[in-house]
């Protein structure tokens, strides 16, 4: 071929564009990515409708007929199944597959009216969810099961599950008689089965589980406790209730950060002949953990001799029980219950408000409050303050039962600037080890009011005063409290307030001075500022 200068200049500028592209940054671009990135990850919605008379292909168009469409499914990060509202599906949903972080798979409805329903009949469980996490299940009615309501279950060692979130579902009518504490529940996440496994992320926000005969309506934990169970992290339960069950209405075991608010329980412990006991609200195993502004009340438990109370702490550390209405259940309103395993530290009970528990006479020696070490390790740490106390047992007791206890450590254990009212003249039963003070006591039983301190007994507080170190600060007078007796469902608003006058007035202590790991609080039961550093009142209340 003859050269030509035209088809040399050609090449030339061909191959100056290949070195171009082969070297972007230096022709002014940038450079590519020197791996092949994924294609975005398309998230799904699939429809299901069982009032549907054919089955679909899952789209709204042409929806899914039945739950065996959904368990048959692997879904995706991002996925959604979609119940069509008002219908009933009858089954258990028993989904496949795992989102990710920022794409969960939600199970949820579509469309106007009731809620759509989730019948798992004599199914083990209604919806059941294992070894799988990055699921929210929101907006349903899930009814049946024969041991189960919703079931989420991790056993797989060394594993975590995170981000299960339940919101918003109505969990009833599961149909097994318990006979043992979690063999069965209504709301049952059973995080390592006794294996290195947890939970992580879980929230349980606006859950009715209700009306069965299984053990609890909504339970968070793992394996038996025991010095090395794992520790389930991040667990929140608000906005829920809990009534009409065989056990515990909502319970958390082994659990790093946990809160429990906002929430209702009632009509608890209903098993009879069980072999376990029972309260409302109970968190075992807990560190750092909150429980605040929920109800309590009408609990009962299978076995008599104890418990049967509205809210109980047991084996937790750096925990705080605050701003909470407990009443007219058998047992305590109260209770911090130490470990075989280990030391209960710096616990924290304040701003509550207990009335007229202690309803079953055999159960009312527990009293409003009770500590007890029994076999467990002493108590290190257990802060009582400003909290109100109206005691009208079925049968005897003090209001105030602590004698039970051991203490040990350098954290600080004391009872102050409380307010208890009581029907009967029992008033505190207690060792030396737990310090009394800036309390007001009040009885309306007409006899003289009593204290047993080491085991002595003294008739009378000036007599009870001056014979012990405890309560020299402390007041025998009425507080004047509005409807003092006040302990009717729904929580107080006026009742148990102080009238102009009262000697709790301005007369509490700043109970956490000088006491690092202390603190007054932000505010009192009914959500009032506290004073700054001084004029704090006695009681649940700080007047404004």
Not at 496 to 513: D, E, K
């Amino acid at each position: 071929m003859k050269y030509s200068p035209e088809i040399n200049r050609t090449w030339l500028g061909i191959l100056a564009i290949l070195a171009c592209i082969a070297q972007l940054p230096a022709c002014g671009g940038s450079q590519p990515s020197s791996s092949i990135q994924p294609p975005p990850v398309r998230a799904t919605s699939y429809y299901l409708d069982c009032s549907s008379n054919a089955s679909g292909g899952g789209t709204q168009a042409s929806p899914w007929n039945s739950l065996s469409n959904a368990n048959a499914f692997a879904f995706q990060p991002g996925d959604s199944v979609l119940l069509k509202s008002g219908t009933s599906c009858s089954g258990s949903l028993t989904p496949q597959g795992s989102g990710k972080d920022g794409l969960p798979i939600v199970i949820d409805a579509y469309g106007t009216g009731s809620r759509p329903i989730i019948d798992g009949g004599m199914n083990e469980e209604t919806i059941k969810l294992v070894n799988q996490q990055y699921w929210e299940v929101n907006n349903l009615e899930i009814a049946g099961g024969d041991v189960w309501g919703i079931y989420v279950l991790g056993n797989l060692n060394n594993t975590v599950l995170n981000h299960i979130y339940l919101r918003n579902l109505d969990v009833h009518g599961a149909h097994h008689q318990v006979v043992n504490h979690g063999d069965s529940g209504e709301v049952h996440f059973e995080c390592g089965a006794g294996i290195n496994a947890i939970c992580n992320d879980i929230l349980i926000d606006g859950v009715n589980a209700h009306d069965s005969t299984i053990s609890d309506g909504i339970f968070v934990g793992g394996g038996p406790s025991s010095a090395t169970t794992p520790f389930n992290t991040n667990v929140t339960v608000q906005n829920s209730s809990a009534h009409n069950v065989g056990g515990i209405g909502i319970l958390l075991m082994e659990t790093q950060t946990g809160m429990i608010q906002n929430s209702v329980v009632y009509n608890t412990g209903l098993c009879l002949g069980c072999n376990f006991s029972s309260d409302g609200i109970v968190y075992v195993s807990c560190r750092s953990c909150v429980m605040q502004n929920n109800e309590s009340y009408a609990n009962e438990t299978p076995i008599t001799a104890y418990d049967g109370g509205d809210f109980d702490l047991e084996d937790s550390v750096d925990s705080v029980v605050q701003y909470n209405y407990g009443h007219d259940s058998s047992g305590y309103c109260l209770a911090h219950f130490p470990s075989l395993y280990s030391t209960s530290a710096n616990n924290v009970f304040r701003y509550n408000i207990c009335s007229n528990n202690g309803q079953t006479s055999s159960l009312s020696y527990q009293g409003e409050l009770v500590l007890n070490s029994g076999s467990g390790n002493p108590y290190d740490g257990i802060q009582i303050y400003n909290n109100t106390f109206y005691w009208n047992p079925a049968g005897t007791g003090p209001v105030v039962s602590v004698g039970n206890a051991s203490y040990a450590g350098a954290n600080p254990n004391f009872f102050k600037n409380n307010i208890v009212y009581s029907a009967g003249p029992d008033m505190v039963y207690a060792t030396s080890g737990l310090a009394l003070d800036n309390n007001i006591y009040w009885t309306t039983s007409g006899n003289s009011p009593t204290w047993q301190i080491d085991g002595n007994t003294y008739t009378g507080f000036s007599t009870y005063q001056t014979s012990t170190s405890q309560d020299s600060h402390s007041f025998y007078l009425d507080p004047m409290m509005l409807n003092p007796t006040y302990h009717a469902v729904g929580k107080p608003t006026t009742a148990f307030t102080l009238q102009p006058g009262s000697p709790a007035i301005g007369t509490g202590a700043n109970v956490c001075l000088g006491i690092a790991s202390c603190s007054m609080g932000q505010k009192d039961f009914w959500g009032h500022a506290l004073p700054n550093g001084s004029g704090y009142s006695i009681g649940a209340y700080q007047p404004q």
